[in-house]
């Protein structure tokens, strides 16, 4: 039976003796940059090579267990699914044949409707890999080190990974994608453990005080034993580009970069993308943590880093109708939260609906009057800020106006359900399936117990509906050191 909370210290996998990954200058991480030019298998063996092949990376008989970047169903915002298939077949070639693929999807969709979309479900069943969604079944709660409130993890996920009881004779092989993101400035294989906390706990801790450190806690938490970032292609304007702008989005690597220190093998990913592990905040601090190393000059990088010279853009694009009037406050509107989110949320669905009649969105805190003068079309107001701070004026100033509120920062499904119904958008008409089959996948998500807080695929609001818990630590500063609220 599992404990009510286990609290984390000293990351308890690492090597005996050993609190982190701290490298010598005679003991330096490798990471390999591998041309894909010459097919996916060639790059593997050269991934794997520097250790002496990938026998003397992965015990035999290990159960492996591969982790893309699933983070939604649009072109481009998922590992590539060659890569998968490639890596599965590899994985066969060399004797392992006890795989798996998990994943936990972005908030407001079902990882199990993620994999059928992009393809993973059919190929892991034609690996015979078992497929894991840790969005589905019973949850355990885990104490990050540095907070007091639990969060709730996959149960399958704790007793595979963080149970040291469990932990031997399970591999986990991390496989994102080389992406860009206008919150973290990357996302590659230290965020990807933002996955594991489920979908309503990953609200929380997601401003620009929190959510840097609650990525390095995650890390701290539980991390891969290998990492192979998949550049084939590299995704920048952001992390999840509208599909209409995934052209100018995207350019063409043909790359690989992996090795065994993620830390060491994401310093290498944001150098190819234009950027110092500095510009990276949660980089930065488990780097500072001694979680792994950081500094270029104490890699051994295999491969030619020096031809990346571009610095792909991070922030979006912000390609919205000239209708919709966006009003942010002066004081405070966290990327990493309420403006963030909406921005993306806005940039796919508008860039998918054309003729988006007027409307308004309300964000952050701290407005002058006349900022909220002459708003058109209904409003969707966003975030306990914003509520707090201009709820009841607005109402007071617009009686007659359909006012949708999302009364939690972070609420990906709330803003995207509140965007869709104000532009009369049906959320179904956007996944890339058959409408019947999508439902069908949904249905057994249900089934499977799914905990995502789905956006409702026929459209209409979806309240937050926070708890008492909740409501209580927003009141009362929403993790903030200053207590001025979770914006």
């Given at each position: 039976m599992l404990s009510s909370t286990l609290r984390s210290g000293a990351f308890p996998f690492a090597p005996e003796g050993e609190e982190g990954v701290v490298n010598t200058s005679a003991d330096r991480p490798i990471v390999t940059i591998a041309d894909t030019a010459g097919g996916l298998p060639a790059a593997l063996d050269a991934v794997f090579a520097p250790y002496g092949g990938m026998a003397n990376v992965i015990p035999s008989g290990s159960k492996v267990h591969l982790k893309p970047n699933g983070v939604q169903f649009f072109p481009g915002m998922y590992t590539d699914p060659a890569m998968l298939d490639a890596l599965l077949g590899y994985l066969r070639d060399h004797g392992y044949t006890r795989l798996a693929l998990m994943e936990n999807s972005s908030q407001c969709v079902a990882t199990r409707l993620v994999f059928a979309v992009a393809g993973y479900a059919d190929i892991a069943k034609r690996h015979g890999a078992e497929l894991i969604y840790l969005d589905e079944g019973p949850t355990a709660p885990y104490t990050l080190e540095g907070e007091e409130t639990p969060i709730r993890i996959s149960r399958r996920l704790f007793e595979t990974f963080i149970d040291p009881s469990r932990r031997p004779g399970n591999f986990y092989l991390s496989v994102p994608k080389l992406k860009t993101h206008f919150m973290t400035t990357v996302t590659l294989g230290v965020k990807g453990q933002q996955a594991f906390p489920i979908d309503a706990d990953r609200m929380h801790f997601h401003n620009h005080e929190t959510l840097h450190v609650r990525l390095a806690r995650l890390y701290r938490m539980v991390r891969p034993d290998f990492c192979i970032i998949e550049g084939i292609t590299a995704i920048f304007n952001g992390h999840m580009p509208a599909p209409a702008l995934l052209k100018e989005s995207s350019v063409r690597l043909n790359i690989l970069i992996g090795g065994r220190d993620t830390v060491a093998v994401d310093a290498v990913g944001c150098k190819v993308l234009g950027y110092a592990v500095e510009e990276a905040e949660h980089l930065r601090l488990v780097a500072e943590w001694g979680l792994g190393e950081g500094r270029l000059d104490h890699i051994e990088v295999i491969g030619d880093l020096a031809r990346f010279k571009a610095r792909y853009p991070y922030a979006m694009l912000r390609r919205f109708p000239a209708s919709v009037r966006i009003v942010q406050g002066r004081e405070r509107a966290c990327i990493e939260g309420c403006r963030g989110n909406t921005e993306c949320s806005l940039e796919i669905l508008s860039s998918e609906r054309k003729g988006v009649g007027a409307f308004s969105i309300v964000f952050g805190k701290g407005f002058a009057d006349a900022d909220l003068e002459d708003l058109p079309g209904d409003i969707?107001?966003?975030?306990?800020?914003?509520?707090?701070?201009?709820?009841?004026?607005?109402?007071?100033?617009?009686?007659?106006?359909?006012?949708?509120?999302?009364?939690?920062?972070?609420?990906?499904?709330?803003?995207?359900?509140?965007?869709?119904?104000?532009?009369?958008?049906?959320?179904?008409?956007?996944?890339?399936?058959?409408?019947?089959?999508?439902?069908?996948?949904?249905?057994?998500?249900?089934?499977?117990?799914?905990?995502?807080?789905?956006?409702?695929?026929?459209?209409?609001?979806?309240?937050?509906?926070?708890?008492?818990?909740?409501?209580?630590?927003?009141?009362?500063?929403?993790?903030?050191?200053?207590?001025?609220?979770?914006?």
């Open positions: 969707l107001l966003v975030g306990n800020c914003a509520i707090n701070d201009r709820g009841e004026d607005l109402r007071r100033r617009y009686p007659d106006r359909r006012i949708v509120e999302v009364d939690a920062h972070n609420d990906v499904r709330g803003i995207t359900a509140g965007l869709a119904t104000i532009m009369k958008i049906r959320p179904v008409n956007m996944v890339p399936m058959n409408r019947l089959r999508a439902g069908w996948i949904m249905l057994q998500a249900k089934l499977h117990g799914v905990n995502s807080r789905v956006t409702p695929l026929l459209g209409g609001p979806a309240p937050t509906r926070l708890s008492e818990r909740e409501l209580r630590w927003y009141r009362e500063g929403g993790g903030r050191s200053d207590g001025s609220g979770a914006g």
